[in-house]
């Protein structure tokens, strides 16, 4: 069973992935910010998967990302970046080492694609 780290500051965005991934055979933990997703991983719970808001207050999912890829321990860690910023002019998607990338809103089915994907399993 793939182990998969939601990170979002949003609480009710956090309750629907962990529910719906978990339903799909997912082990499912789940931080509101990435330091607090740092300090679980560096103590050595470490996921098969990181879905990560890009927009958070503290370190953002590209900060994050940034910081998994300097780390040893974390750097094989695959990382699938959400947000509605790839909407937006004035954000755009950021130039990164992560996996894949997910426009909210988003269809549950489109990110499950995304994490089977990212994972190498079959849709």
Do not use: C, N
Not at 27 to 42: I, K, Q, W
Not at 105 to 117: G, H, I, Y
Request: glycine content about 12%; hydrophobic content about 45%.
């Amino acid at each position: 069973m793939a182990r998969v780290l939601i990170v979002d500051d949003a609480a009710a965005i956090v309750q629907v992935l962990q529910r719906f991934l978990g339903r799909q055979g997912f082990d499912v933990a789940a931080d509101h910010s990435a330091e607090a997703a740092l300090s679980r991983m560096r103590g050595g719970d470490l996921p098969d998967l990181v879905i990560a808001d890009l927009v958070m207050p503290g370190i953002g999912g590209h900060e994050l990302v940034g910081i998994m890829r300097d780390e040893e321990s974390l750097r094989g860690v695959p990382v699938v970046l959400m947000s509605g910023a790839g909407r937006s002019s004035a954000l755009r998607r950021p130039e990164g080492d992560y996996q894949g990338w997910i426009d909210k809103p988003f269809e549950l089915q489109d990110l499950l694609l995304t994490v089977r994907r990212v994972l190498g399993r079959e849709a």
